[in-house]
């Protein structure tokens, strides 16, 4: 049986890592917990629309106001229902 997910785009987490290529910047990291939902000192002072953000979990994409917020200026607040864990990869995209 075939599963569909619409509205979200799959990458390779290696495909994206790229800091500083074009109008794009990346911040690569990893929860320190299970199921962590705040990530500290992870946003930039520089990113100011954060609705065009982007944050990726395993290569899946995730969407601002849906899944996750931004919060005290530089810190992503984790609000979907799947529970990050310390092994996944989550790459943060901004401009």
């Known amino acids: 049986m075939k599963k569909i997910i619409k509205n979200y785009i799959v990458r390779n987490p290696s495909d994206i890592t790229v800091i500083g290529g074009g ?8 929860p320190t917990i299970d199921s962590q939902v705040l ?4 946003v930039p002072l520089t990113v100011s629309e954060y ?5 990726y979990i395993n290569g899946l994409r995730y969407n601002y106001g849906q899944d ?9 607040e984790w609000v979907s229902d799947y529970p990050p864990q310390i092994d996944d990869v989550l ?3 901004y401009r």
């Open 23 to 30: 109008k794009y910047e990346t911040v690569t990291f990893s």
């Open 68 to 76: 996750y917020t931004i919060i005290n200026l530089h810190t992503i």
């Open 91 to 93: 790459v943060f995209v």
């Open 51 to 55: 609705n065009k953000t982007e944050l």
């Open 39 to 42: 990530f500290e000192g992870v």
